[in-house]
């Protein structure tokens, strides 16, 4: 007789069945939930985390799948196992309420799995940051947007890549309307709610496969935001979105960062404040030689990588994910600092990278078997000098860090990286960099003209208006008059050449567009707020015939256009009275910096005497007690006052202090980390370490609870735009608004005529040569005080042009490598002006003396026509002496043709 099986039996098999049917469904859904969220973005709450190699878990990278043989079958009677993954999928994860969340590194199992499971490696990821620049990292107003050029090598451009991107908001946000977009080679990525106004928030984005090109590619942000509460123009001043440079970036894995040719330099990973970091490994005693050397491939590192903001320093070879080591020199010399195994057999000029290890970062060498083999090696860093990578890429690069432009041009703001757009908000804003001559005469001898191509809706009010903003000065405004609106391809604003100046350049134009609804100020209806204003790529910019004269002495020359180092006709000379490891690495970066603005290396002969009888420009370098009093009085120093605020740090390298609590120093450095989001403050330079002195230095600050609680939100999906509609898209744009516009009233144009009596005797196109010199956004007299961290100067010694000293000092040598530090980020180094440039450090600001006397520079051809500019432009400075001109001329006028007329014709009695 057959024996049934028992209850017992019939119920463990039942349940071993269940189990296993249960676990299998478990794994199909979850690969189909992987598979439909693939490109879904995560936001994740983040408290003020410190910069450090970015853990798979918060960044939801996808985890590696275990291979077959990794684990074993599991036995029939039993639920199936689950390997550990490495990180979180990045689709959504759904949990049953009462299961604990899974922990990385942990071992899934399901419920009769006993014994141990083997548990996988997480995958080691890290940040690509953003390289810094001269917009920093903060969009403000109601619209706002930054690109930059990102060098992906052919490996990166073969991953399934993922984008983080971290950022923290103003209170004054309304998170309802306002978004942040990722845009990569002007494809849309994603989109996300703005509502990190407590902690900063991190974004994960998925880049579509295809869309990274090897080579240069762009990274743009844009914000769109509207307040809470406030409908007025003056409350878009409050919207801000601070992107967190830590927080920031392309999520690779360790093993693609990594850069093994000379030609991917451009894909050096910055670090977390967006400087790249180079660590000049030297000899113990180098001489000029070596320093020389090192300095030409700093330079060409910082020009082929578009690195705005590179920081060098000395010392042994150093580890890390960010940054390069750099060796220069003979095949015996690297052997003895490094070793023979870093080097190898040389016979010939070589210039080779080594991938970074777990101890090393990636390490350039540049060496031969002799001193000459050596320079020879220097120029392989030449081979690749057209860029390669996607059209908006190169683009981007092109205008790294701003669009050179010369005279006599045209040039299509699409060409510098602006984008057509749509607005419904009350203030829209969008700006540009254009890099002038360093030899440029800026006077009001002629105007460039932005002709811009748009339009504005009907129904605005009087205060409508075009202003523009050149170097944060207001240099024009033109009211949108018409009551029915207007759509227009060549309005013209007129820009005095004055406000130009050799060097960088920033540009922003304005469009003030309130309504009448402005003033009931009905928050919720921005949703479905018309456009009031279009603004098309297809805007240019003409630049007229310039005047090509230098200036001397002029630092903002110097910061932002390199002169006169770029332009001399000699080699330049770098004086160094004190050659140690600091002043070493401050000189680097400060000539770095040189390189980058001017476009070109520039080649230095480094002395330890006083070229004082030099027929070429002197940058000299040193801490304060190095240089000869005597010397810097001739050159017309403070040399005084200096030694009065720096009294007491003088030759005092140490930067000890007294010992705090560790954890009192968490505290007060993750809660000053969120002062420096909210106040867009540089982070190469270094606020007060008391946490009460940096409150105090920065007023009006927005204090929230920094223990908010982490959340997960799912950002929108921007829908991409297909291949051939960006080409029309701002014809149509055009045409849309030109045929809804002329749809309406057409017999206003009477109340357009009484608007425009009302603003007779105001000019259409305000000349703003001295009217607005005074209205700066900001600016303060020089002031030395014991805050002082860096004095630059510059003058003339001699009485000779060619014989101009430009003096970097500060008290000691430590001070110098910190505070040069913060001088070279785009956001300061654009403040340098005048004959005397004094650095606070603590509050990343340069105070400037201005120049009293100023010496003209030939380095152009005397052709008639820029002799005649130059006059124009000089004339058009010295108002007193034009007029006394005129006078002058008209008196001699009358003169002689009263000694004509006098006995010309028929005398009468």
Same mark, same amino acid.
């Given at each position: 007789?057959?024996?049934?099986?028992?209850?017992?039996?019939?119920?463990?098999?039942?349940?071993?069945?269940?189990?296993?049917?249960?676990?299998?469904?478990?794994?199909?859904?979850?690969?189909?939930?992987?598979?439909?969220?693939?490109?879904?973005?995560?936001?994740?709450? /983040?408290?003020?985390?410190?910069?450090?190699?970015?853990?798979?878990?918060?960044?939801?990278?996808?985890?590696?799948?275990?291979?077959?043989?990794?684990?074993?079958?599991?036995?029939?009677?039993?639920?199936?196992?689950?390997?550990?993954?490495?990180?979180?999928?990045?689709?959504?994860?759904?949990?049953?309420?009462?299961?604990?969340?899974?922990?990385?590194?942990?071992?899934?199992?399901?419920?009769?799995?006993?014994?141990?499971?083997?548990?996988?490696?997480?995958?080691?990821?890290?940040?690509?940051?953003?390289?810094?620049?001269?917009?920093?990292?903060?969009?403000?107003?109601?619209?706002?947007?930054?690109?930059?050029?990102?060098?992906?090598?052919?490996?990166?451009?073969?991953?399934?890549?993922?984008?983080?991107?971290?950022?923290?908001?103003?209170?004054?946000? $309304?998170?309802?309307?306002?978004?942040?977009?990722?845009?990569?080679?002007?494809?849309?990525?994603?989109?996300?709610?703005?509502?990190?106004?407590?902690?900063?928030?991190?974004?994960?984005?998925?880049?579509?496969?295809?869309?990274?090109?090897?080579?240069?590619?762009?990274?743009?942000?844009?914000?769109?935001?509207?307040?809470?509460?406030?409908?007025?123009?003056?409350?878009?001043?409050?919207?801000?979105?601070?992107?967190?440079?830590?927080?920031?970036?392309?999520?690779?894995?360790?093993?693609?960062?990594?850069?093994?040719?000379?030609?991917?330099?451009?894909?050096?990973?910055?670090?977390?404040?967006?400087?790249?970091?180079?660590?000049?490994?030297?000899?113990?005693?180098?001489?000029?030689?070596?320093?020389?050397? $090192?300095?030409?491939?700093?330079?060409?590192?910082?020009?082929?990588?578009?690195?705005?903001?590179?920081?060098?320093?000395?010392?042994?070879?150093?580890?890390?994910?960010?940054?390069?080591?750099?060796?220069?020199?003979?095949?015996?010399?690297?052997?003895?600092?490094?070793?023979?195994?870093?080097?190898?057999?040389?016979?010939?000029?070589?210039?080779?990278? &080594?991938?970074?290890?777990?101890?090393?970062?990636?390490?350039?060498?540049?060496?031969?078997?002799?001193?000459?083999?050596?320079?020879?090696?220097?120029?392989?860093?030449?081979?690749?000098?057209?860029?390669?990578?996607?059209?908006?890429? +190169?683009?981007?690069?092109?205008?790294?860090?701003?669009?050179?432009?010369?005279?006599?041009?045209?040039?299509?703001?699409? #060409?510098?990286?602006?984008?057509?757009?749509?607005?419904?908000?009350?203030?829209?804003?969008?700006?540009?960099?254009?890099?002038?001559?360093?030899?440029?005469?800026?006077?009001?001898?002629?105007?460039?003209?932005?002709?811009?191509?748009?339009?504005?809706?009907?129904?605005?009010?009087?205060?409508?208006?075009?202003?523009?903003?050149?170097?944060?000065?207001?240099?024009?405004?033109?009211?949108?008059?018409?009551?029915?609106?207007?759509?227009?391809?060549?309005?013209?604003?007129?820009?005095?050449?004055?406000?130009?100046?050799?060097?960088?350049?920033?540009?922003?134009?304005?469009?003030?567009?309130?309504?009448?609804?402005?003033?009931?100020?009905?928050? &919720?209806?921005?949703?479905?707020?018309?456009?009031?204003?279009?603004? +098309?790529?297809?805007?240019?910019?003409?630049?007229?015939?310039?005047?090509?004269?230098?200036?001397?002495? #002029?630092?903002?020359?110097?910061?932002?256009?390199?002169?006169?180092?770029?332009?001399?006709?000699?080699?330049?000379?770098?004086?160094?009275?004190?050659?140690?490891?600091?002043?070493?690495?401050?000189?680097?970066?400060?000539?770095?910096?040189?390189?980058?603005?001017?476009?070109?290396?520039?080649?230095?002969?480094?002395?330890?005497?006083?070229?004082?009888?030099?027929?070429?420009?002197?940058?000299?370098?040193?801490?304060?007690?190095?240089?000869?009093?005597?010397?810097?009085?001739?050159?017309?120093?403070?040399?005084?006052?200096?030694?009065?605020?720096?009294?007491?740090?003088?030759?005092?390298?140490?930067?000890?202090?007294?010992?705090?609590?560790?954890?009192?120093?968490?505290?007060?450095?993750? %809660?000053?980390?969120?002062?420096?989001?909210?106040?867009?403050?540089?982070?190469?330079?270094?606020?007060?370490?008391?946490?009460?002195?940096?409150?105090?230095?920065?007023?009006?600050?927005? /204090?929230?609870?920094?223990?908010?609680?982490?959340?997960?939100?799912?950002?929108?999906?921007?829908?991409?735009?297909?291949?051939?509609?960006?080409?029309?898209?701002?014809?149509?744009?055009?045409?849309?608004?030109?045929?809804? +516009?002329?749809?309406?009233?057409?017999?206003?144009?009477?109340?357009?005529?009484?608007?425009?009596?009302? @603003?007779?005797?105001?000019?259409?196109?305000?000349?703003?040569?001295?009217?607005?010199?005074?209205?700066?956004?900001?600016?303060?007299?020089?002031?030395?005080?014991?805050?002082?961290?860096?004095?630059?100067?510059?003058?003339?010694?001699?009485?000779?042009?060619?014989?101009?000293?430009?003096? +970097?000092?500060?008290?000691?040598?430590?001070?110098?490598?910190?505070?040069?530090?913060?001088?070279?980020?785009?956001?300061?180094?654009? @403040?340098?002006?005048? /004959?005397?440039?004094?650095?606070?450090?603590?509050?990343?600001?340069?105070?400037?003396?201005?120049?009293?006397?100023?010496?003209?520079?030939?380095?152009?051809? &005397?052709?008639?026509?820029?002799?005649?500019?130059?006059?124009?432009?000089?004339?058009?400075?010295?108002?007193?002496?034009?007029?006394?001109?005129?006078?002058?001329?008209?008196?001699?006028?009358?003169? %002689?043709?009263?000694?004509?007329?006098?006995?010309?014709?028929?005398?009468?009695?």
């Amino acid at each position: 007789m057959t024996r049934l099986p028992s209850h017992s039996a019939r119920h463990s098999r039942g349940f071993r069945a269940f189990a296993a049917a249960g676990a299998l469904a478990l794994v199909a859904s979850q690969a189909l939930a992987q598979a439909i969220f693939l490109t879904a973005p995560q936001e994740v709450s /983040r408290i003020n985390r410190p910069p450090v190699v970015i853990d798979p878990a918060p960044v939801n990278t996808t985890p590696a799948r275990p291979q077959p043989a990794a684990a074993p079958a599991p036995a029939p009677a039993q639920a199936p196992q689950f390997p550990a993954a490495a990180t979180p999928a990045p689709a959504p994860q759904f949990p049953a309420p009462a299961v604990a969340p899974v922990m990385p590194g942990a071992v899934l199992q399901g419920p009769a799995a006993t014994g141990p499971r083997p548990i996988l490696k997480p995958r080691q990821t890290m940040l690509r940051h953003l390289a810094n620049n001269i917009q920093g990292y903060r969009l403000a107003g109601e619209i706002g947007s930054s690109e930059w050029p990102m060098y992906i090598t052919d490996r990166q451009a073969r991953r399934r890549l993922q984008f983080q991107l971290g950022y923290l908001s103003a209170v004054s946000v $309304m998170p309802e309307y306002s978004r942040l977009t990722l845009s990569i080679n002007d494809q849309p990525v994603g989109a996300t709610p703005l509502t990190a106004v407590q902690s900063v928030k991190t974004v994960v984005f998925d880049i579509p496969a295809g869309l990274l090109r090897p080579g240069f590619n762009s990274v743009r942000i844009t914000a769109e935001q509207r307040h809470r509460v406030d409908c007025s123009i003056e409350a878009t001043q409050e919207l801000w979105t601070q992107i967190d440079p830590t927080q920031t970036g392309l999520i690779l894995d360790e093993s693609d960062a990594a850069i093994d040719a000379i030609s991917d330099l451009g894909a050096l990973p910055a670090d977390e404040q967006g400087a790249l970091p180079l660590r000049a490994v030297m000899p113990a005693n180098p001489t000029t030689r070596d320093i020389e050397r $090192m300095l030409r491939v700093v330079q060409l590192i910082s020009i082929i990588g578009r690195f705005e903001q590179p920081v060098v320093d000395t010392g042994a070879i150093a580890g890390g994910l960010y940054g390069a080591n750099l060796l220069v020199g003979t095949a015996a010399e690297l052997a003895a600092i490094a070793g023979p195994q870093m080097v190898g057999l040389v016979t010939k000029p070589r210039a080779f990278v &080594l991938p970074l290890t777990p101890g090393r970062r990636t390490t350039i060498v540049v060496t031969g078997a002799d001193a000459q083999q050596v320079d020879e090696a220097i120029k392989q860093f030449l081979v690749a000098t057209k860029p390669k990578g996607a059209a908006a890429g +190169l683009r981007a690069a092109a205008a790294f860090p701003g669009y050179r432009v010369e005279g006599g041009q045209r040039l299509r703001l699409a #060409d510098i990286g602006v984008r057509s757009a749509e607005f419904d908000g009350r203030l829209f804003r969008t700006a540009f960099n254009i890099i002038m001559p360093s030899d440029f005469y800026p006077a009001d001898y002629g105007r460039a003209t932005v002709r811009v191509a748009g339009g504005y809706s009907p129904g605005l009010t009087s205060k409508a208006q075009l202003v523009m903003y050149v170097n944060e000065r207001t240099a024009v405004s033109l009211p949108l008059l018409k009551s029915t609106g207007e759509v227009f391809k060549d309005n013209p604003l007129p820009v005095p050449l004055g406000f130009l100046r050799p060097g960088l350049n920033r540009i922003e134009v304005e469009a003030h567009v309130p309504t009448p609804s402005d003033e009931s100020c009905d928050t &919720l209806a921005a949703k479905d707020a018309p456009n009031r204003f279009l603004f +098309l790529d297809s805007t240019e910019i003409e630049i007229p015939p310039i005047a090509r004269v230098g200036r001397l002495p #002029d630092l903002a020359v110097t910061a932002t256009g390199g002169f006169p180092f770029a332009g001399s006709q000699r080699r330049s000379k770098l004086f160094m009275p004190r050659i140690d490891p600091k002043t070493i690495g401050a000189a680097a970066t400060f000539v770095a910096h040189l390189a980058v603005v001017a476009g070109r290396p520039i080649d230095f002969e480094i002395t330890q005497t006083p070229p004082l009888k030099a027929k070429s420009p002197t940058l000299a370098v040193a801490p304060f007690d190095a240089l000869d009093p005597d010397l810097m009085k001739k050159l017309d120093m403070p040399v005084d006052d200096l030694m009065r605020v720096w009294r007491e740090k003088i030759g005092v390298e140490s930067r000890g202090g007294a010992e705090v609590d560790d954890s009192a120093v968490a505290v007060d450095a993750a %809660t000053r980390n969120r002062l420096v989001l909210q106040n867009n403050f540089p982070m190469a330079c270094h606020p007060p370490h008391s946490l009460g002195g940096f409150r105090a230095m920065l007023q009006n600050i927005d /204090r929230f609870a920094t223990g908010a609680t982490e959340e997960e939100e799912v950002a929108e999906d921007a829908p991409a735009a297909p291949a051939g509609e960006e080409e029309e898209a701002s014809s149509d744009l055009f045409q849309e608004w030109d045929a809804r +516009l002329r749809n309406e009233n057409r017999l206003s144009w009477l109340f357009d005529f009484a608007r425009g009596v009302g @603003q007779w005797g105001k000019a259409k196109f305000t000349d703003a040569g001295d009217l607005f010199r005074g209205f700066e956004r900001g600016g303060s007299p020089a002031e030395m005080s014991s805050e002082t961290s860096l004095a630059l100067g510059q003058n003339i010694l001699g009485g000779a042009n060619e014989n101009v000293w430009t003096i +970097l000092t500060a008290p000691n040598a430590d001070a110098l490598a910190d505070s040069v530090a913060c001088l070279v980020d785009p956001r300061v180094s654009r @403040q340098i002006a005048g /004959r005397l440039s004094l650095l606070d450090i603590s509050k990343a600001k340069i105070d400037a003396i201005p120049v009293s006397n100023t010496h003209f520079v030939i380095t152009q051809p &005397l052709s008639v026509g820029n002799a005649r500019l130059i006059a124009a432009g000089w004339l058009s400075l010295h108002s007193l002496y034009y007029v006394g001109a005129a006078l002058v001329f008209g008196l001699l006028l009358a003169v %002689t043709t009263r000694l004509f007329v006098k006995n010309v014709g028929r005398r009468t009695p």
